[in-house]
């Protein structure tokens, strides 16, 4: 087994080491300045307060605490709604302004990555129409799927660089009324669970420190347009992306490290379209089997819609198999609403997980029995109309 706290004991005091060469010559921000200076756009500026976190290159990104206006997720709200449920939980649970909101279209991304039949000024105008709705309400985007967030990151590249692009979208964002608008960071949800990871730690109410967990960083996280991902001295010496990591230390919980972290989770976008079985293959044996041999964790945690889909419930049929599996997967704010009293079934939903969480529960001494009677019956007051919506009061664990 891989010597994990020698890892992070020598990662603890370890400042950002610099190489300059290696840094991008140029700094989105001071071109997003520029362009809005020459009339091109408008930047959505960062509402206070916000934290400060430092990328890649050491570079700072603000990352805004609360005025979040929420760009939710196609596939959390269809396959995982406890994921974004998580998110809006933790929010309230913490007192911050925040706007669900009704003016929003999907990224369309998977359009862009598994099929390519769309076109560029196609692509960045939904994004630069959300931009715009986001940005008429007063509230800054906070991008929940790592999909997007990789989409939005390179529609924001391609912009910045081509004028053309950027005339054809200004025209098309006229026809519906709308300013073309830049956020002055393109945020994505973990992000945020990451700069206020200390606040959800004040607020732990169930003991997280007796679990070992597995991270996976998201490849279009990390890995598209992967200068603008958050790193941090004290996770693995910066030199991996902190987000995950720093909010499981938080919550004092011992993060194993594996071979593998690196890989894909095999969701991929067109494998996992036209050769499923090679994700589910991949997943399983590459990152599953790889964890458990080699760090014998008690949960996996992510932090992206296709990434806790694959890995959990690529798990089923590989059961079927013989496969070593039956590891939960769970998103990082899942967790950390779980850590604060989140009602396992109302809010995080984990019934719509393949892999078998009520060890885990157990583990954690949550009565998973006592939780599901309560769901069981919350959803009865829903079906008889004695209910309209389960309330704030419902979600507690």
């Known amino acids: 087994m891989i010597p994990h706290s020698a890892i992070f004991n020598q990662a603890k005091d370890r400042s950002f080491e610099l190489d300059p060469a290696m840094a991008p010559n140029e700094d989105y921000h001071d071109i997003l300045d520029r362009l809005e200076r020459e009339g091109e756009w408008v930047v959505h500026r960062v509402p206070r307060p916000w934290v400060e976190e430092k990328n890649k290159y050491g570079r700072i990104k603000k990352i805004p605490v609360e005025k979040t206006w929420h760009h939710k997720s196609c596939g959390q709200c269809g396959h995982i709604p406890g994921y974004s449920t998580s998110v809006f939980w933790l929010n309230r649970k913490l007192g911050l302004d925040y706007l669900d909101p009704t003016d929003q279209t999907s990224c369309t991304a998977w359009n862009y990555y598994a099929s390519a039949t769309s076109n560029a000024a196609a692509q960045a105008a939904v994004a630069m129409r959300n931009f715009a709705a986001a940005y008429e309400t007063g509230y800054f985007p906070i991008i929940h799927c790592a999909t997007s967030f990789g989409h939005y990151k390179e ?34 949800y973990s992000e945020w669970v990451h700069s206020v990871r200390e606040r959800i730690a004040e607020k732990n109410v169930v003991d997280m420190s007796g ?30 992306s902190a987000i995950i990591t720093g909010l499981l230390q938080a919550l004092g919980m011992d993060v194993r490290d594996y071979s593998t972290w690196y890989d894909c989770c095999g969701f991929g976008f067109r494998h996992i379209l036209v ?17 458990k041999e080699e760090a014998d964790p008690h949960v996996l945690i992510t932090h992206d819609t296709g990434c806790v889909t ?16 039956g590891l939960p997967v769970m998103s990082d704010s899942q967790l950390a609403a779980l850590s604060m009293g ?13 892999t078998d969480v009520k060890p885990l529960l157990e583990k954690l001494g949550i009565d998973h029995k006592q939780k599901w009677a309560e769901f069981e019956a919350a959803c009865a007051k829903l079906e008889s109309g004695e209910k309209q919506y389960l309330t704030w009061e419902d979600a507690y664990a």
């Not at 694959?310 to 599996?325: E, R």
């Open 275 to 291: 050769s499923r079985d090679f994700s589910r293959s991949f997943a399983v044996q590459r990152k599953i089997e790889v964890m």
């Open 310 to 325: 694959t890995l959990d419930q690529s798990q089923f049929a590989a059961k079927a198999h013989g496969k070593n599996v």
């Open 155 to 188: 529609t924001r590249e391609q912009l910045i660089h081509n004028p053309e692009l950027r005339r054809q979208v200004r025209e098309i964002l006229g026809k519906l009324g709308k300013q073309l608008i830049m956020p002055e960071e393109i945020v994505h």
């Open 342 to 354: 989140a009602h396992p079934y109302m809010v995080l939903q984990l019934h719509w997980h393949s």
């Open 211 to 240: 679990l070992r967990a597995t991270v996976h960083p998201a490849c279009h996280y990390h890995k598209l347009i992967g200068e603008d991902a958050i790193y941090a001295p004290e996770v693995y010496g910066a030199q991996r």
